[in-house]
T-cell receptor, first 114, second 114 residues
Framework: DAGVIQSPRHEVTEMGQEVTLRCKPI?????LFWYRQTMMRGLELLIY????????DSGMPEDRFSAKMPNASFSTLKIQPSEPRDSAVYFC????????????FGPGTRLTVT | KQEVTQIPAALSVPEGENLVLNCSFT??????LQWFRQDPGKGLTSLLL?????REQTSGRLNASLDKSSGRSTLYIAASQPGDSATYLC?????????????FGKGTHLIIQP
């Protein structure tokens, strides 16, 4: 299995631009999670989906952030407009919603907003 | 609100030593606990997952224990090697359930000196 796939791996953009991060979960997994990691706050959950349905988006910092999961094999996290304080590493993770619920993480997208 | 604390924040030891990393959590009603490893600039690799009904899990030189009643877990690394140098993160489900997103500690930054 290829594991969780994220793209792009690095993104540099100017303040005010729209940013779209992409994630492909492990085939067969039915839960998908978006996390953000910063030096100050560590790893924080932004939103997660079960069977493509958003369950908890309380971690989404502002209305500028939105996430979708149109099908079981694809999810996007969009920031519009982006701000310098959004600079962070964004991780996607997936799990099978049964058994151990072990989460597997992608390599992350390092976002820099100038 | 579930909070996770990891002690120590950093640790530097010579190669060959056995060492213990500590994790504590405030709400003992957890479904499981995961230990991850993160190398600089990389994603998270799942090391061990302990179910709430289990007391410990072992993988090679790693052993993780769980004491739910006291809200503690330890990760024991035997015969440490320079390749073990990384940040080790402990995580539990935010609301206790297995299908939830995770809340993380700030990690222990481990350096093994050759």
């Amino acid at each position: 299995d290829a594991g969780v796939i994220q793209s792009p791996r690095h993104e540099v953009t100017e303040m005010g631009q729209e940013v779209t991060l992409r994630c492909k979960p492990i085939s067969g997994h039915n839960s998908l999670f978006w996390y953000r990691q910063t030096m100050m706050r560590g790893l924080e959950l932004l939103i997660y989906f079960n069977n493509n349905v958003p369950i908890d988006d309380s971690g989404m910092p502002e209305d500028r952030f939105s996430a979708k999961m149109p099908n079981a094999s694809f999810s996007t996290l969009k920031i519009q407009p982006s701000e310098p304080r959004d600079s962070a590493v964004y991780f996607c993770a997936s799990s099978f919603r049964q058994g151990t619920y072990e989460q597997y993480f992608g390599p992350g997208t390092r976002l820099t907003v100038t | 609100k579930q909070e996770v604390t990891q002690i120590p924040a950093a640790l530097s030891v010579p190669e060959g030593e056995n060492l213990v990393l500590n994790c504590s959590f405030t709400d003992s009603a957890i479904y499981n606990l995961q230990w991850f490893r993160q190398d600089p600039g990389k994603g998270l690799t799942s090391l061990l997952l302990i179910q709430s009904s289990q007391r410990e899990q072992t993988s090679g030189r790693l052993n993780a224990s769980l004491d739910k009643s006291s809200g503690r877990s330890t990760l024991y690394i035997a015969a440490s090697q320079p390749g073990d140098s990384a940040t080790y993160l402990c995580a539990v489900p935010i609301s206790g359930g297995g299908a939830d997103g995770l809340t993380f500690g700030k990690g222990t930054h481990l350096i093994i000196q050759p």
